[in-house]
C-alpha cells in the first residue's frame, strides 16, 4: 500500500460520525479478515474463516482512560453497540483494515524541536504555548548568560554607549545560538536564555558565545564586555511563558 493515509482509511471505512453526551448507537458490519479497528481503542482480529452467525460487541467510551479491548473472531458479520459515556460529543470511526498496509511517517519537528526553532520564535512572538496544547518537552538543554560587571560599564561609559554594546552582544549571542541549531528565547536585562535540543549544541554554542565576545573586544582595543555562561541539560518543562529546570551548572 502507498498513498496518503487519510485516503486509505476512507477506502476501508466501515462509520464515521459524532455520538452525542450519552448516546447510544449501532454499528453492523461484514469484518473481512485482518482487523476492524474503533477509534476509542477497541481492535478485533479477523480470522480468514468465514461464519454466517452474528457476533455482539458492546463498547463503552469514558473518555482518555477508556480500557481497551482486544478479541479474534471469524470473519462475517459483526454487530456493535457503542455507547458514549462522556458528556461531551465523541467521533468514532471504525475501519477494516486488511493486513497489507504498512506506516511510514514523514520528517516531522517534536516539541523541542519547534520551542527550540528560531524561526518558530519569531514567527509567533507573542504568542504563548502553554502545556494544555500538548507541546510536551521531557529533555532540553539552555544556556544562559550575564554581563559580568555590567553596573560599572554604565557608569564609565555612559548609558548610550554601554547600552548599544550590550545591543550589539545580543546580536553576536543570537548568532551564536542559531548557527548551533538553537535559538534566543528571551533577555532579561543584558541576560540571554538560549535552548537546544541536543546538549552539544548548547555546549558549542556557549563556547562560540565566548569567543565571539572574545573577538569583539580584541576588535575593539579594549575589554568592553565579559560574559558569564551557564550550561543546563536534562529533565525539563517548558512553554513560552514558564521554564524550569532541575539543575545549572555554571561555568
Not at 477509534?39 to 469514558?62: C, K, L, Q, W, Y
Not at 548599544?164 to 535559538?183: K, P, Q, T, Y
Amino acid at each position: 500500500m502507498s498513498g496518503p493515509l487519510a485516503q486509505y482509511l476512507r477506502d476501508h471505512l466501515v462509520t464515521c460520525r459524532y455520538i452525542g453526551a450519552g448516546e447510544t448507537i449501532i454499528v453492523e458490519a461484514d469484518a473481512a479478515p485482518e482487523y476492524l479497528w474503533f477509534t476509542n481503542g477497541p481492535a478485533i482480529t479477523i480470522r480468514p474463516e468465514r461464519t454466517t452467525a452474528v457476533r455482539t460487541f458492546e463498547f463503552d467510551s469514558s473518555g482518555m482512560h477508556t480500557a481497551g479491548f482486544r478479541a479474534e473472531i471469524e470473519a462475517g458479520p459483526v454487530r456493535t453497540c457503542f455507547t458514549n459515556r462522556t458528556s461531551h460529543p465523541y467521533a468514532l470511526m471504525v475501519v477494516n483494515l486488511p493486513g497489507e498496509y504498512e506506516l511510514e511517517r514523514g520528517p516531522f519537528l517534536s516539541g523541542a524541536d519547534v520551542l527550540s526553532n528560531q524561526t518558530f520564535l519569531d514567527l509567533f512572538e507573542t504568542e504563548t504555548v502553554v502545556a494544555a496544547e500538548g507541546l510536551g518537552v521531557a529533555r532540553l538543554a539552555f544556556v544562559f548568560t550575564d554581563l559580568e560587571g555590567s553596573t560599572a560599564m554604565y557608569d564609565r561609559l555612559g548609558d548610550m554607549r554601554a547600552f548599544d554594546l550590550v545591543r550589539m552582544h545580543f546580536g553576536f549571542l543570537r548568532e551564536s545560538a542559531v548557527e548551533n541549531c538553537g535559538a534566543l528565547v528571551k533577555t532579561i536585562g543584558d541576560a540571554v536564555m538560549a535552548t537546544f535540543v541536543d546538549s552539544a549544541d548548547a555546549l558549542r554554542a556557549a563556547l562560540d558565545m565566548m569567543a565571539r565576545v572574545d573577538q569583539f573586544n580584541e576588535m575593539q582595543g579594549e575589554e568592553f564586555v565579559r560574559l558569564k555562561v551557564g550550561v543546563h541539560w536534562g529533565h525539563a518543562w517548558r512553554s513560552r511563558s514558564t521554564t524550569a529546570a532541575t539543575t545549572s551548572d555554571k561555568r
